[in-house]
């Protein structure tokens, strides 16, 4: 009889086998130190660079393991310091090390963003000099789209290069660049040619942010500080070698990154990085904590209890609706427009979750910061405040709606 296989082929006893092994090498290659440690997905290490900080130091070995065995990247292939695994056994390594409480080795917009695009549009020699140093967690990259006038209409950019022999010579000004001062590479969308339709003038390039020319300049928020960037380049000389696919083709790079920055937006919520941050804990748990439900009890407001059960069922139904897909994918799966649908799904659900956690703790989930609140209900406040801009970057859910219509659903304009 022929042995049970996943949709990638792989059959069933030989993913119990994997299971077993990757436990094994996980438990044996964790240092103590970091187990059941959770880190902030914003501040708290893991994403590489060369300015990155380890706390504990034990998180670099980690690191340093997970990426000389190719599992910080678990899907890309060998060849790029990848893991070469299927999406099936991605799934099952990623289950053993959420049930071993151990974090992720290494996030960012190189392992999510850049890396894929480079695997479907990099040259060989692009590749080889990029790849391995993602999944090292020696480069960290940014985002370099959105411009002062130019956001959901995003072809309208006006970062100009000007080609000069064997460099283009850049001048503009990115803004809402996450990260940019702590990143060492910056992919960019610059019009190389103003005098065609939009979108057939830009150019998809690769600017190492040390180079003369860039500045950075951090956005100050009214929380007093800042994820994000202004990114300035005067007269910024980059090699015409650094443009990934075509001259002037850009645009369909750029759409193709987008995909994967939506897909991973959606895994943010349909694929929690696992571990016990109470911010995140149930929202039964938080109606029984702060509306002093026993145990064995009904909530008695029966409309917080519908806004409640249909939360949790829609994250739950979520949760299982990303795990079918990333099952489904085939190696080396490119996310079309459809990721819109989980990327919109995604941040609403998540939206609605946040601002219902807050209600439920009353006041005690308006603390901004102080001694009269817990950490927990601090982080509480500052995730839901969060919330508000996962449904803006990466194109906002409006956005994300026209290109369902169009795009998925083929409806005209
Ligand atoms: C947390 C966060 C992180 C970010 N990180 C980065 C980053 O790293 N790099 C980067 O390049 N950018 C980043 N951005 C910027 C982000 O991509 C833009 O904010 C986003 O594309 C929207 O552009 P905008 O802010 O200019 O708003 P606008 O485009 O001015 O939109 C304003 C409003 O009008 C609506 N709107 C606009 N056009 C339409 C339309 N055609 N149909 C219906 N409604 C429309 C929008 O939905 C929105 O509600 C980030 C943003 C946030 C919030």
Request: with cysteine; proline share 6%; net charge negative.
């Amino acid at each position: 009889m022929q042995p049970f296989r996943d949709t990638q082929g792989t059959a069933m006893a030989d993913l119990e086998t994997f299971r077993t092994e990757a436990a094994a090498w996980l438990d044996a290659n964790a240092p103590l130190e970091i187990r059941g440690l959770e880190l902030d997905p914003d501040t708290g290490g893991g994403w590489g660079g060369r300015r990155a900080t380890f706390d504990p130091p034990q998180l670099k070995d980690w690191l340093d393991r997970c990426a000389e065995k190719g599992w910080t990247a678990p899907q890309w292939p060998r060849e790029y310091g990848g893991g070469g695994l299927s999406g099936a056994e991605a799934r099952v390594l990623d289950q053993e090390r959420k049930r071993l409480q151990l974090p992720e080795p290494l996030v960012g917009f190189g392992l999510t963003m850049i890396g894929p695009v480079l695997l479907q549009f990099g040259t060989e020699e692009q590749r080889q000099e990029h790849l391995t140093k993602i999944v090292r967690g020696e480069i960290r990259w940014c985002q370099g789209y959105s411009e002062p006038d130019s956001g959901s209409d995003l072809a309208s950019l006006q970062t100009r290069a000007v080609r000069d022999g064997d460099e283009f010579v850049v001048n503009g000004t990115k803004v809402w660049t996450s990260y940019g001062d702590l990143s060492d590479w910056i992919f960019a969308l610059v019009r190389t040619n103003p005098d065609v339709k939009k979108q057939e003038g830009i150019s998809f390039l690769l600017i190492d942010m040390q180079t003369p020319g860039v500045a950075v300049r951090p956005i100050q928020l009214i929380s007093g500080k800042s994820p994000f960037c202004e990114t300035r380049f005067d007269d910024v000389r980059v090699p015409v070698a650094n443009v990934i696919g075509e001259i002037d083709g850009g645009w369909t790079v750029a759409k193709a990154l987008l995909g994967h920055e939506r897909a991973m937006i959606a895994d943010l919520f349909g694929a929690p990085r696992g571990g016990s941050r109470k911010a995140g804990s149930s929202l039964v748990n938080l109606a029984r904590e702060y509306l002093d439900v026993p145990d064995d009890a009904p909530l008695s407001d029966a409309v917080l209890r519908d806004k409640i059960a249909a939360s949790e069922m829609d994250t739950r139904a979520f949760h299982l609706t990303i795990q079918r897909s990333r099952d489904a994918a085939k190696a080396g799966h490119q996310p079309g427009p459809e990721s819109s649908i989980f990327k919109v799904y995604a941040t609403e659900a998540n939206k609605r979750r946040c601002e219902l956690a807050v209600e439920l703790a009353g006041p005690r989930g308006l603390g901004w910061e102080g001694p009269g609140f817990e950490a927990d209900e601090l982080a509480r406040t500052r995730a839901w405040l969060r919330s508000r801009g996962n449904s803006i970057e990466g194109g906002t859910s409006e956005i994300q709606l026209n290109i369902i219509a169009k795009r998925v659903l083929g409806l005209p304009d």
